[in-house]
């Protein structure tokens, strides 16, 4: 009788549950950091163009300089190329929808309802900034070009896409393409590379020493452009309560069918997609 009671308790402890743990589930990414995330990727593209140019160019990202004309004090520039005929100065843009602007605009829309200002207008600071660290004999060699994601539809002026420009609009994955077909007019119009390897070393030298790595500093100038009387973009608020957005949610909601071309603030977003 024992021997069987023994079993029976043994049959009992052996058909106990094993406890299991839940892994903790990762918390939600807010619009903001889905928005800057795709910015990322679209930068991640572009990076990927810019390493495989060849190894005589020269190229710089996300530098941070002194500008004392900016409303931060600096000027922040997406990408540097140098090259034998030109230095390409270039600003990415994660817009989605159709783009209006033209030369005489200081002001663009997207979706013909939203204001921002004018890439070209943005870009020609970054190169006064630029062009304020090497010799004058330099200065006519900047191009600007201003980069957009495929999921943008140009509604600009054709200029901007002639090859002969000086000012170029470009989708990202043909960022590398544009580079190499404006060197090729350059090479025609010039017989000898206007910046032979001394010069392009010397000029991506002085941009490297002039780019602030200060974690601090560039936090404060992310602070000071996100700030509300700092703002060029008066259309940059929530429709519902009117807070001032910052410009990675207008382009997360601009590309969002869900809030149909209007731009709402993260809590409002949330309350549109219950």
Known sequence: MLLFLNFLKNKKSKSKPIPTT?????????????????????EYKIDIQLDQLPNKYHHLS????????????????????????????????????????????????VNGKFKIMSPFVQNYGHIKALSSMIDVKYHDFF?????FTKRST???NSDYRKIASNELIVYDIEL??????????????????????????????????ENITD?????EHKRVLKAPEHKTNSSSTCAVCNKPVSEKVMAYCLGNHTFKGMIYCYEHQKTLQK
């Open 62 to 109: 996300d530098l941070l300089i002194p500008n004392p004309k900016a409303k931060s004090g600096y000027s922040q520039i997406d990408h540097v190329v140098i090259t034998p005929y030109a230095i390409f100065v270039i600003e990415t843009k994660n817009y989605q929808g159709t783009i209006y602007g033209g030369k005489d605009r200081n002001t663009w829309l």
């Open 143 to 147: 191009v600007s070009m201003v980069s």
């Open 215 to 219: 974690l601090k500093v560039r936090e």
């Open 176 to 209: 590398s393409e544009f580079i190499h077909r404006k060197e090729s007019v350059l090479k025609i119009q010039h017989k000898e590379p206007l910046l032979n390897e001394s010069y392009i070393s010397s000029i991506y030298q002085d941009f490297l020493e």
């Open 154 to 156: 140009f509604k600009v």
């Open 22 to 42: 839940t892994a903790p589930s990762k918390p939600k990414r807010t619009n903001e950091q889905i928005a800057t995330r795709k910015g990322e990727l679209g």
